[in-house]
C-alpha cells in the first residue's frame, strides 16, 4: 500500500487531517469568514472537509482548493456532490506553489500543509501573493510545547515553541486576529483515531495481502506518538490579517 492509500484509511475517522475537533473547525471557520460570501482558498486541501464544511454554512461562499493527491480530490469531489456545494467548489490537482489565480481570495487556508512550501513564513509568503486587500489567512502549523527528542524531529519535522512561532508571524507582518491551540484531548483523539482505524483495518481484513503491512505501520506511527512525540508535539491554528498594507 502507497502512503497516500495509508493517508486515506487513517483518516477515515477523522476526515479533518489535523488534530482539531468539530467545534474548533467552526469557531475557527466563522472568524475567517465573517461576511459569509467570501472566495476561500485551501493550498493542502487534502478532501477539503475544511471547504466543504465552510461550504455547506454559508451558502454564498464560492471555494478552490489544491492537492497534489489524485485520491483525496476525488474523496472531495464526491464529498461536494453528496453535499450539494459542488458548482460552488473548484479543485486543482497540483502543487500549491504552483497555484496562480487571475483573482484574489478574501479567506486563504493551509492547516497542516506547511512543508508543501518550506515552513510557515513560506507558506504565508505564498497566501499573500494570493490575498484580497483586507482579507485574512487560516494556518495550522505545529510547534514544541516541551523539547522534544532528535528522532522525534526526524519524524515530524522541527518547529519552535508557540511563543516563537507566533513572534515570527507578527515580524512577518501579520496579526492573529483569532487562535485556537489544540488540547491534550484534541491532539491524543487525532492519533488513536489514525492509527486506530489503520489498525482495524487490518484486524477487518486478515486475509488480504497488504493486512501485515498496514497492522505494523499502526503499531509503528502509535508506539512513535506514545514514546516520543506525544509530550513535544502541538498544534496552533492562527487566524491572521495583514497589520498593514
Ligand atoms: C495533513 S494533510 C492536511 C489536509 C487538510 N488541510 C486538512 O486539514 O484536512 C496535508 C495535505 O497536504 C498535501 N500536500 C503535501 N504536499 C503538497 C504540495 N506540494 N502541494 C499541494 N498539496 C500538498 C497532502 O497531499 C495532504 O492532503
New binding site residues.
Partial sequence: MNREQISALSHADH????PLGDDSVRRLLEHGLPRGDERVL??????A??LLRALATYPRLRAEG????EG?LTQARQAATSLGVQERLVLHH????DFSSPQPFDLV?????T??FGGLLPTLAAARRHLAPGGRVLI?DGFWEREPTPETIEILGDFADLATTVDRVVADGWTPVQGHVSTRSELDDYEWACWGSLAAWALDNPTDPDSPQVLETATTRRSEWLHGYRDSFGFVCLVLRRTSD
Fill in positions: 476526515p479533518i487531517k489535523a485551501d493550498l493542502g486541501c487534502g478532501s472537509e475544511w489544491v492537492d497534489i493527491s483525496s497540483r502543487e500549491a506553489a487556508l493551509s492547516v497542516g500543509a512543508h508543501a495550522g
